[in-house]
T-cell receptor, first 114, second 112 residues
């Protein structure tokens, strides 16, 4: 399985500011995904980020609020823009194994907005 | 939106007992995966079952899939206190782009 790292692991931010979360994978992957997990809840898919194309956002998530970059097959960033306390959550990067379709997750970034 | 609904929401059992968690979903799928998440920790991939499979085993885990009923179950046999965690099912679909959607999860508590 792929090894996925995320930076930062946690942060406390002021409302109105932006935070960029980095996701690094130890192997080349076509499909990367960003999820959000609010306290005590399940995971919600934010967007799919495939290299060489624009990210595809799920209902309720927009590019202006969550811009995503995918410059190569091992790296992606998610920016949480103009943050409010409602954005406090864990943000997780995920990749799909091309052969098995198994999906693996990074350790997450715990964001608190004050 | 979440595709999977899990049942029960919470389950408390004694060590050594079996734990069964169920997942129902609404649309056709390509595969279904089960994950474990310990409190405050990352997601651990447990098992993937494809839509053309009916049952898979991995150690003490047994997963079944009934596509006619749009449901899956995860059985943990001979449970241990270390199995205490939240368990999530996640359905994978390819609809002009592959995506995996998570259910609400079952919180399992195994008492020593």
């Amino acid at each position: 399985s792929a090894v996925i790292s995320q930076k930062p692991s946690r942060d406390i931010c002021q409302r109105g500011t932006s935070l960029t979360i980095q996701c690094q994978v130890d192997s080349q992957v076509t499909m990367m995904f960003w999820y959000r997990q609010q306290p005590g809840q399940s995971l919600t898919l934010i967007a799919t980020a495939n290299q060489g194309s624009e990210a595809t956002y799920e209902s309720g998530f927009v590019i202006d609020k969550f811009p995503i970059s995918r410059p190569n097959l091992t790296f992606s960033t998610l920016t949480v823009s103009n943050m409010s306390p409602e954005d406090s959550s864990i943000y997780l990067c995920s990749v799909q194994d091309r052969a098995s379709y198994e999906q693996y997750f990074g350790p997450g970034t715990r964001l608190t907005v004050t | 939106s979440q595709q999977g609904e899990e049942d029960p929401q919470a389950l408390s059992i004694q060590e050594g007992e079996n734990a069964t968690m169920n997942c129902s979903y609404k649309t056709s799928i390509n595969n279904l995966q089960w994950y474990r998440q310990n409190s405050g920790r990352g997601l651990v991939h447990l098992i993937l079952i494809r839509s053309n499979e009916r049952e898979k085993h991995s150690g003490r885990l047994r997963v079944t899939l009934d596509t006619s009923k749009k449901s899956s179950s995860l059985l943990i046999t001979a449970s241990r206190a270390a199995d205490t965690a939240s368990y999530f099912c996640a359905t994978g679909r390819n609809t002009g782009g592959f995506k995996t959607i998570f259910g609400a999860g079952t919180r399992l508590f195994v008492k020593a």
